[in-house]
């Protein structure tokens, strides 16, 4: 079984930063993109950031600057550096990956999400 866990959220205040961490363990071959989503109440899931295995990377045009996005991929893991925070970015943020399984079988994985609140 795979489990993408999901650590680094928390409060802070307008301006400050934070860093997401999401790590995929399991029985996994490879991993071909991981990605951050984040969503709001009363608004659909929308996409944050995401990385290739090649290390290309993809962002929402509004928080292209302020956020980034990179892997290690020694350890399975996706990071979100996310630099001077607004209110509205609060959100729950959610890992998301699409792997090879050890039987080479492409499968996708949320984790459960992770709060950041960012007050004014």
């Known amino acids: 079984q795979v489990q993408l866990v999901e650590s680094g959220g928390g409060l802070v205040q307008a301006g400050g930063s934070l860093r997401l961490s999401c790590a995929a363990s399991g029985s996994i071959f490879s991993i071909n993109v991981m990605s951050w989503y984040r969503q709001t109440p009363g608004k659909q899931r929308e996409l944050v950031a995401s990385?290739?295995?090649?290390?290309?990377?993809n962002y929402a045009d509004s928080l292209k600057g302020r956020f980034a996005i990179s892997r290690d991929n020694a350890k399975n893991t996706v990071f979100l550096q996310m630099n001077s925070l607004k209110p509205e970015d609060t959100a729950v943020y959610y890992c998301y990956a699409v792997l090879l399984t050890d039987s080479q079988r492409p499968r996708n994985y949320w984790g459960q999400g992770l709060r950041v609140t960012v007050s004014t």
């Open positions: 990385i290739t295995s090649r290390d290309i990377t």
